[in-house]
Structures are given as C-alpha cells and as structure tokens.
C-alpha cells in the first residue's frame, strides 16, 4: 500500500475535529496549534510564538493519519498528534508521518526531535528510533515519557 501513500500539508483547523474525536476524546484541556511543554515536560509560554505545521497522510483522497510538529526552540522539534485511522493501521502510514517529522527537522535545521509519548507506544517510537529519557505523570490519557532522536538519525532524509 505504501506506493499509494501521501503525505501532504493541512491546517489546524483539518486536524483539530481527529484529535479531539479519536485521539483526545474527552479531553479537558484546551487543544491548541502549539503545545507549551518543553523537552523536559516543563511548562514554556515562549513556545507559542513558534510556528505549527500539521501533515495528513493520504491514500488516495482519504485521510488515513495526522501528524504535527512545531519548534520549542532553535534547535529541537517537537512531535505532536500522531493518529492512524483505526482501518489503515500497520500500513506503514503512522511510519511515513514520523518520516515526515524527521525530514522536516532536517530541513529546519533542528538538531533534535521529541515526543510526548503515551507509555503503551514507547516501543513503537523505539522503532521509529526515539529513545525515552523520563516518565511523565499528571497528564491526560495515562502514563507518558519523554522520547527523543538525536543528529545521526537525522543524517538520511526522505
Ligand atoms: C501508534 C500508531 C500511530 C501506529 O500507526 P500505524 O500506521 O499502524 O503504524 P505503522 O504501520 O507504521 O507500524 C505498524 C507496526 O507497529 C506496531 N505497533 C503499533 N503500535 C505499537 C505499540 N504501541 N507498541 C509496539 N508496536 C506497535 C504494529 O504492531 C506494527 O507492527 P508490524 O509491522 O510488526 O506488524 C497508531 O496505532 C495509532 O494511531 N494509535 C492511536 C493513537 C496513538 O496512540 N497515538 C500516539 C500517541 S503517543
């Protein structure tokens, strides 16, 4: 299936209705275009005068995942939202939006890309060769960790 697969841009507004229906159901806080959370997991309101962007993964005209990032700061990427439509799972489409985030902080020059990672998929990310550095708890939605890539795996784009 991987040949049919596409990964473009969208907007917020695109994302927005699949995080709050089927990734974040439910959820209390506020979804916002940016997350304030720094790679520590501390709370940082200069992250919001970063610029998001936001990628749907397309097979065909269907909208079969989401992904997004936007920089913390000069030099790290955060991952954010990814979800795979429950009927193109193991397609390798979840894959081919964590591509597009690596690409992306090889472009914009980031040395470093982390995620927020609920606990249950840390050995998916491990796959995706993020390795987690600490447990977070007192967010929605279970355990988290902390996960990050460094430079060598950023050395291959696409
Ligand atoms: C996690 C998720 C993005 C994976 O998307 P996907 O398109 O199915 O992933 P891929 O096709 O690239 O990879 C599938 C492989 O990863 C494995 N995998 C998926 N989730 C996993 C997990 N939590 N732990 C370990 N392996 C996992 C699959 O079993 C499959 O293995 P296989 O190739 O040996 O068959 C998708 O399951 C999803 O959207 N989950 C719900 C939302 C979510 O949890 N988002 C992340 C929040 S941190």
Redesign the pocket.
Known sequence: MDKYLKVNPITFEETLPIWSKH?WPGRKSDIEQVSCINQVGDIDVEIKNFSPEFYGCFLKEEMA?VISCHPINKKVLRLRG???FEK?????????LIRMVKQRAFEVECQNVF?L??T?????FE?HDFAAYKSISGYEYGPHVLMGLGLNSLATPL
Do not use: A, D, M
């Open positions: 990734l995942g990814i979800y795979v193109f799972r193991k397609n390798g489409v979840g894959s081919l995620g990672v609920r249950i998929n840390q050995p998916y796959r």
